[in-house]
């Protein structure tokens, strides 16, 4: 009986909570081993998580006058075809449906699994199979949640971003009260630069930005922010400074308790960190750390389900896709699509893998973002932006991202090689369909064999039907 739409329902807070939510996640519990093994020393790492960070808000800020320039939800995707066209945009979708969200939803599946077991085999490694088993069992438990309802995602996430920040915090306690009583040891020749390996840097950094990735999360829901001007740029600078601090203060806690062998020798280094500083919390820890993996995944398929709704509302994506719930208003098609490729993933990957495989793509394409709001700004100067960075920001930052990318074939040439094809797969894709279908304003499948476009009619419609689900009625934008 009433209107169906996308509601306005992420408040600043809310918009604070998935932003702390998506980043800290696994990243900051699994990333320290990579950005350690990559960068040779302790001192390099260091260096490497601040320039994360730094390199983090240049890309936040960016993105905060991206929201605030162009109005519809779907972030990086949306801004590539606003701004650079529908090639790179349909490339990009490519990739991040079939390599770079899976591969992102499996690593932090695979480590909330890897947590949530370790205090039951403790000091023994969980099984693989079991790890793997209640990886997806919390997967599935997110994906739910999110086919069911809008409020009740946000406020999860609201509650495990305080659980987050508590695990933050149960971590550089102890260190700093270890370091203020002259435990420094492990700090000793810090820089040592014979460990140094230049071509291996990109790898560090990719396991570093992994660990603050989220901080555009905002852009994913645009349309379902309340006053998205004054709130993006709000939530984002607070979000990514906090983050920042906390990262920085829990890598000094691990390194003040741990030495360099212990970290690269550790499947899960704050369990390894509360086994060495805080016994008494050696079964809580992980639980917290494996929460904070739930939201992220939580996050994770909250704002990519808007992508998939957003790119079929564009045309580039099956118009199912573009069909909300005729009571629960979520975008329920687009939040079921993601589950087989990630259980595929789950039962198959490793996380380290899995990290540089999706790594490529991701820094790419954001770096083509944060390039098409350069060439936005070329285009309409006299679009007055509610707000706007200095030029040098998102300069810096498209800089940095394709530097590193091109860099990363030098450091891991086969998982950025597949990484790569991934991504050249899916101009044969665009060109056969999403290229005629513009030219002709209807879909390829009309030139295919007559029982095709019936054949897929019918399908729709019967989904349709199963699912309780109809295109949106009000526009949002």
């Not at 209107?3 to 696994?26: D, N």
């Not at 800020?61 to 606003?82: D, F, M, P, V």
Request: charged share 10%.
């Amino acid at each position: 009986e009433e209107a169906i739409f996308l509601r306005k329902k992420i408040t600043l807070l809310r918009a604070f909570s998935l932003l702390i939510g998506s980043m800290v996640g696994s990243g900051i519990f699994i990333s320290p081993k990579g950005v350690l093994q990559n960068s040779g020393s302790v001192g390099f790492s260091l260096v490497v998580w601040f320039s994360c960070g730094l390199l983090s808000m240049f890309g936040a800020l960016s993105y905060a006058e991206l929201g605030t320039r162009i109005t519809k939800s779907g972030g990086h995707y949306i801004y590539i075809l606003e701004t650079l066209g529908p090639l790179p945009s349909f490339l990009f979708l490519w990739a991040e449906f079939f390599a770079i969200r899976p591969a992102n939803s499996a690593v932090v599946s695979l480590a909330f699994g890897r947590y949530m077991l370790e205090p039951f085999f403790a000091p023994c490694a969980a099984p693989v199979p079991a790890v793997k088993l209640v990886s997806l069992l919390g997967y599935y438990m997110v994906l739910t949640l999110n086919s069911w309802s809008v409020t009740w995602s946000a406020r999860l996430q609201t509650a495990l971003s305080v659980v987050k920040l508590l695990a933050l915090a149960l971590i550089i306690v102890p260190g700093m009260m270890l370091l203020a009583q002259g435990h420094t040891e492990n700090f000793q020749d810090a820089f040592d630069r014979q460990s140094l390996v230049l071509d291996k840097l990109p790898l560090a950094f990719y396991a570093g930005m992994f660990a603050y990735s989220g901080w555009f999360q905002t852009s994913f829901v645009r349309e379902e922010l309340v006053k998205p001007e004054r709130n993006i740029p709000l939530a984002v600078i607070v979000s990514v400074i906090t983050v920042i601090v906390g990262y920085m203060l829990t890598n000094i806690s691990y390194y003040t308790v741990l030495g360099t062998q212990d970290v690269l020798a550790s499947p899960a280094v704050a369990v390894s960190f509360v086994q060495r500083a805080f016994r008494s919390l050696i079964s809580v820890v992980p639980v917290l750390v494996a929460l904070s993996c739930f939201g992220t995944m939580n996050g994770g398929i909250f704002t990519f389900s808007r992508t998939l709704f957003v790119a079929s509302r564009e045309g580039q994506w099956p118009p199912l896709f573009s069909m909300i719930h005729i009571r629960k208003h979520t975008p329920l098609p687009a939040v079921m699509l993601m589950f087989p490729l990630v259980t595929v993933m789950v039962c198959i990957g490793d996380i380290y893998h899995l990290l540089n495989f999706f790594s490529f793509s991701r820094w790419l394409f954001i770096g083509l973002a944060t390039l098409g709001l350069i060439v936005h700004r070329h285009r309409h100067p006299e679009l007055r932006s509610p707000f706007k960075v200095p030029l040098f920001v998102p300069v810096s930052f498209t800089i940095i991202c394709l530097f590193t990318v091109a860099m990363s074939f030098y450091s891991d040439p086969v998982s950025i090689s597949i990484g790569c094809t991934m991504v050249l797969s899916g101009f044969p894709v665009y060109y056969l369909i999403i290229h005629r279908q513009m030219i002709s304003q209807d879909f390829l499948w009309t030139k295919l064999p007559f029982f095709f476009p019936t054949l897929s009619d019918y399908l729709t419609h019967k989904l349709q039907l199963l699912l309780e689900v109809v295109q949106q009625e009000i526009k949002t934008y």
